[in-house]
């Protein structure tokens, strides 16, 4: 199955419904899922950003939130740097580009609207998700150690929107 816009349709928004779905494919998808509270959350305030993945559209072009397969929660945290906070496919759905495809989306729309910097955390030994982002431009910026529950480190990420000035230049005000 490949990874086309045709077969599973992105959308920017999570409401009622979907929300117990995208609960449903965190269960399936991480060791320790976000709870429905969790999700609530951080669909809420300004800023949010949401990707959603489906299998295949529902009858008469509605989407059918049965079949998400996909999910990327980011939130704004200052006016040109967002916060991707989960990442999340469907264990039979992985190694597809569906990722690839909702951070591609994300870093492309986000990009467009002003942001500059895009940073994330993530468990140390996801070797899968190290090679994914480091593919799409983060580069490994820190680490926290033990920070997880099951004694994993963190590794902090970063991606400045290529053409933005470095980050010095930024701080000291010479845009040119």
């Known amino acids: 199955m490949h990874c086309d816009r045709t077969a599973r349709k992105m959308v920017r928004g999570i409401k009622g419904p979907l929300l117990e779905s995208a609960t449903e494919l965190l269960q399936r998808a991480m060791d320790s899922p976000w709870s429905v509270d969790q999700v609530e959350a951080a669909l809420v305030g300004r800023g949010t950003r949401h990707r959603l993945r489906w299998e295949q559209e529902g009858e008469a072009g509605r989407l059918d939130p049965g079949a998400l397969i996909g999910l990327l929660l980011a939130r704004r945290v200052a006016h040109d740097e967002l916060e991707i906070d989960l990442v999340a496919v469907d264990p039979a759905q992985r190694r597809r580009g569906i990722a690839r ?7 492309e729309a986000e990009s467009a609207e ?21 593919s799409l431009g983060f580069v490994v910026v820190g680490r926290r150690a033990r ?16 053409g933005a000035p470095a980050m010095g230049d930024r701080i000291c005000g010479r845009e040119d």
Do not use: C, H, K, Q
Not at 101 to 107: I, N, P, T, V
Not at 114 to 134: C, H, K, Q, S, W
Not at 147 to 152: F, M, R, S, T
């Open 114 to 134: 002003g942001i500059v910097d895009f940073r994330l955390e993530m468990a140390a030994t996801n070797d899968p998700a190290r090679a994914l982002y480091a």
């Open 147 to 162: 920070y997880y529950p099951d004694g994993d480190d963190a590794l902090l990420w970063s991606r400045r929107s290529p």
């Open 101 to 107: 495809a909702l951070l591609r989306d994300l870093l």
